[in-house]
């Protein structure tokens, strides 16, 4: 595994307890980077830190992510104990199954936007203040491949997923001047524990499109974030960086 140089930083990582988050923290914890994880499940946040201790140093803030109050909290919590933030992920997300948009429950519809595009939202509001303030920050937000395409029978997701790369794009311009990068990745599907929510056509669907007829593997991604996240990534920000195995050409 090759290594960026992230000693002395401290990042979050929002839904952190498992998959592409769960690589992630793998990853910056090898690069010498202290990370906190924001999660809701904390039994699966125990599980993660278990594994994770041994490899740097971990904590977690149980945190729903779509509330103001609790996100806010949790950053307050960060800078309590480390006195900084350094690296946002946000990389928590649902897809909240498969159906024809006229189909699709409302509520289910709001949820998946709430998730995927609000909390993103309120944890750059919680940080991004901190980071003008110390003139440094980075900023990597998990879009996907939908977000540019749109995917039939995803449309919550899809149109959740392109709402946070606009974020990502006008975040970005804001920031540029004062030492905050903001950018995002749009991978094709990755195998993890999103794939329950979603019905095995779609999964085929999106295999399907990939030229190189296989998922991404959530290593792959975190390598993506890592660099992102990283000094050596100084002049990109509102950027979407595919991992598309070939699927995007734009």
Not at 46 to 57: C, F
Not at 140 to 145: D, E, L
Not at 182 to 188: E, I, Q
Request: glycine share 10%.
């Amino acid at each position: 595994m090759n290594q960026v140089d992230l000693h002395g930083r401290v990042a979050v990582i929002t839904g952190g307890a498992q998959g592409i988050g769960y690589a992630t923290a793998e990853r910056m914890l090898a690069s010498g980077a202290s990370v906190v994880l924001w999660d809701i499940d904390t039994a699966r946040l125990d599980l993660a830190v278990a594994a994770l201790a041994p490899r740097g140093p971990v904590s977690t803030d149980r945190v729903e992510l779509t509330e103001d109050d609790s996100v806010a909290a949790a950053a307050a919590a960060v800078l309590a104990r480390h006195g900084r933030i350094d690296i946002l992920v946000n990389n928590a997300g649902i897809t909240g199954g498969n159906a024809p948009t006229w189909a699709l429950d409302p509520a289910v519809w709001r949820r998946v936007v709430e998730v995927n595009l609000i909390a993103p939202f309120l944890a750059c509001r919680a940080v991004v203040p901190q980071m003008i303030e110390q003139g440094y920050g980075r900023i990597v937000n998990i879009a996907s491949v939908a977000g540019k395409e749109g995917n039939p029978n995803a449309s919550h997701y899809s149109a959740s997923k392109a709402g946070l790369i606009g974020l990502t794009k006008s975040l970005g311009k804001e920031l540029a001047t004062k030492g905050v990068l903001v950018n995002a990745v749009a991978p094709a599907a990755a195998r993890t524990a999103i794939f329950d929510q979603m019905a095995p056509e779609h999964i085929a669907f999106m295999l399907g499109k990939i030229p190189m007829g296989r998922l991404v593997t959530v290593e792959e991604v975190a390598a993506m974030v890592c660099w992102l996240a990283s000094e050596e990534s100084s002049f990109s920000t509102g950027a979407v960086f595919d991992l598309s195995g070939g699927r995007a050409t734009y």
